[in-house]
């Protein structure tokens, strides 16, 4: 089992800059590809950013291409995404995902573990 907290989220202006934060508890976190999910008011939940186990690899949604960066800390058992240039249409709640596997998905059905969510407000 992976227990997941996401942190960090709140509410800013268009142009602005925020950083999420995941910290991971449980079985081996290194083990684990790990990514950055969102959903909207009244959307689905959608792909954001993976970062592959030893976070040599990455992979983002075009929405968020050039905006957004994954990073982990395996030491510290955490995963970021250091959003910015942030639009209203990046309002929405975003969670972190964990799953065994070993090349990155970006598909919400492939990953096993979810945080709660935090959520992440863009005013125009």
């Known amino acids: 089992q992976v227990q997941l907290v996401e942190s960090g989220g709140g509410l800013v202006q268009a142009g602005g800059s925020l950083r999420l934060s995941c910290a991971a508890s449980?079985?081996?976190?290194?083990?684990?590809?790990m990514a950055w999910f969102r959903q909207a008011p009244g959307k689905e939940r959608e792909f954001a950013a993976t970062?592959?186990?030893?976070?040599?690899?990455?992979y983002y949604a075009d929405s968020v291409k050039g905006r957004f960066t994954i990073s982990r800390d395996n030491a510290k058992n955490t995963v970021d995404l250091q959003m910015t240039s942030l639009k209203p249409e990046d309002t929405a709640v975003y969670y972190c995902?964990?799953?065994?596997?070993?090349?990155?998905?970006?598909?919400?059905?492939?990953?096993?573990?979810w945080g709660q969510g935090t959520q992440v407000t863009v005013s125009s």
């Open positions: 995902a964990a799953a065994d596997m070993t090349v990155l998905r970006t598909s919400q059905s492939d990953y096993h573990y």
């Open positions: 449980g079985r081996t976190f290194s083990g684990a590809v």
């Open positions: 970062i592959s186990r030893r976070g040599l690899n990455t």
